[in-house]
């Protein structure tokens, strides 16, 4: 079971997939006589991308904290982060059925590249977002 949290708020739905790329910073050199020779470098900021089921309606596989809160809630939340240029915590927990929880979580600061909402009719009255996030470094 993987919960996403963003800014200690845990998405309802947690996506069914999640992109972490690590980026390259790393760059290839052609010498005269030695050929081409790679210099390698500290890794670029991390990219991560997921889609996420924003329900308007309360699901028994949904899981909140605390009360039903609708998709606006997050849309929200995902709206002030961006237009307000804050960093937030995103964290996604990783437990087995049984309960014990597995030795690799994500958990770094990061911001809010960019985000598409998708309203499609097959989803009823629910939502779909797409989220874009990039590591965060001081």
Not at 3 to 25: C, H, S
Not at 29 to 52: H, Q, R, Y
Not at 116 to 136: F, R
């Amino acid at each position: 079971m993987y919960q996403f949290y963003l800014d200690d708020v845990m998405l309802p739905v947690a996506p069914g997939k999640l992109t972490i790329k690590i980026k390259n910073q790393n760059e290839t050199l052609n010498l005269i006589n030695d050929g081409e020779v790679n210099l390698l470098k500290t890794p670029g900021l991390t990219e991560i991308k997921f889609s996420a089921l924003l329900p308007n309606v309360q699901y028994p596989f949904a899981r909140y904290m605390g009360d039903f809160k609708p998709a606006v809630h997050y849309l929200s939340l995902l709206e002030t982060l961006k237009t307000q240029r804050r960093t937030a915590d995103f964290a996604v927990l990783r437990t087995l059925d049984n309960g014990q929880t597995l030795d690799w979580d994500t958990n770094m600061k990061v911001s809010i590249e960019e985000y598409e909402i998708e309203e499609n009719a097959e989803e009823g009255s629910d939502m779909i977002v797409e989220v874009t996030l990039k590591q965060y470094r001081e």
